[in-house]
């Protein structure tokens, strides 16, 4: 009888009950895997760990190439990459390869967008802003997509005799434009050029945020009070204090010291993000517009660049000459570079603007002072005539 009632009980519980209970899913946790996850996942990260567990060729001796495994003084392994180079006229191609994970056909597609290779470099000695070696992925058809370090993508923005972590965003192999099969990856060659000593270690596939993906302006009147002023409190890459162009400390100019026969003559560029390295809406302003300064010192044919984070061309280039400056006193110019003279300017991105760059080719010893994005309404062709008149 107890079971009784205690079943009916629960059958008038349950039907009490049933307005107010909710029908609950099994199938509501999102179970699609992060890009963090599908990177972390993935079989084949794992490019070059040491000698005792990955694959290289071309470490042979080599008249002009030195490979050795250094064990002292590694991230990660029982040892590290010790590569020295000097290219000469016997021997043009220097390499070495990694067909990683036993020649196995790796498919690095689907983490095109979102990951990276990784890896830890350091000089035997000395300091530069570049090194000329350049990173292929290359597929069983035979066909390679080359990229090479960016210097925006190396911890600390310098490379020295410091173990310093660099990436290199898949993407900017540029896959396709080149043909290579993404799908069924053979080996990763590193190709040396001119000459140089450098360690490698762990390199491997990473998660990466590729952030030319999500760049948006910030809006549509950020430029309308032009100058843009472009000083030391803005994120710049590329200065290494006094050796070859920094901002003096203390003073509001950009001291350039450039030989270029002299054992700092790889450092030659750098760069200042506009907005935070966040594209920036200049497509209402350009046409109006040029990079302005003083020189102080002895005169130098530079060269100027604009980035955009997106479209084709992704820079344009102009070179500064004499037609840009007047020299108002002794060793003191006035300089001014119409946007309009910039090569394929027409075709450029405004509208995701990034970055300007300086590349120092010439010697020179002297200040850039007041560089700024700054209004122009002249004639781009009679720069000299708007100095004159903007200076009265």
């Known amino acids: ?12 519980f349950c039907y009490l009950g049933c307005d107010s209970m909710q029908e609950v899913s099994l199938y509501e946790v999102d179970l699609t895997p992060t890009p963090e996850q599908l990177v ?10 040491d000698s005792c567990n990955s694959n290289l060729f071309g470490h ?6 030195r490979v050795e495994f250094v064990k002292d003084n590694s991230v990660e392994g029982e040892d590290h990459l010790s590569i020295a180079w000097q290219q000469g006229d016997s021997c043009r191609y220097l390499g070495v390869g990694f067909p990683w994970a036993n020649y196995v056909g790796k498919n690095l597609k689907n983490l095109e967008q979102i990951a990276a290779l990784q890896f830890h470099v350091r000089l035997d000695s000395g300091s530069v802003s570049k090194i000329p070696m350049f990173f292929s992925l290359v597929d069983y058809g035979g066909r390679q997509a080359t990229s090479k ?8 923005q310098r490379l020295d005799e410091e173990w310093r972590t660099v990436r290199i965003p898949l993407a900017t192999f540029r896959a396709s434009e080149k043909g290579l099969n993404l799908e069924n990856v053979k080996e990763l060659r590193i190709e040396f050029q001119r000459e140089g000593h ?3 270690d762990a390199i491997q596939i990473v998660p990466f945020h590729h952030e030319g993906k999500f760049l948006e302006p910030i809006g549509e009147d950020v430029c309308e009070n032009l100058p843009l002023v472009m000083n030391a409190r803005n994120l710049w890459w590329g200065l290494n204090g006094s050796e070859t162009m920094g901002w003096a400390e203390g003073e509001g100019f950009l001291a350039l010291h450039y030989d270029k026969t002299g054992p700092q003559r790889d450092w030659n560029s750098c760069g ?4 935070q390295w966040e594209a920036l809406d200049m497509s209402e302003v350009y046409s ?4 302005t300064f003083q020189l102080h010192g002895q005169f130098s044919p530079l060269n100027f660049s604009i980035l955009s984070s997106t479209g084709a061309p992704r820079q344009i280039r102009q070179r500064l000459s004499l037609d840009h400056c007047i020299q108002f006193e002794e060793g003191i110019w006035s300089c001014a570079i119409p946007i309009k003279q910039f090569d394929q300017h027409e075709q450029f991105n ?3 603007t990034r970055e300007v760059r300086l590349t120092v080719t010439e010697d020179i010893d002297a200040a850039m002072h007041e560089l700024q994005w700054s209004e122009y309404r002249g004639n781009p062709n009679k720069v000299h005539r708007w100095l004159e008149h903007h200076k009265q």
Do not use: D
């Open 1 to 12: 009888m107890r079971r009784e009632i205690l079943i009916f009980g629960i059958c008038v």
């Open 40 to 49: 972390s996942s993935y079989p084949y990260r794992h490019v070059y760990l």
């Open 60 to 65: 042979r001796s080599h008249p002009c190439k």
């Open 149 to 156: 370090i960016n210097l925006l993508n190396v911890e600390g």
């Open 198 to 200: 450098v360690h490698l």
């Open 272 to 275: 200042v993000a506009l907005n």
């Open 288 to 291: 109006a517009s040029a990079l």
């Open 350 to 352: 405004w509208s995701a």
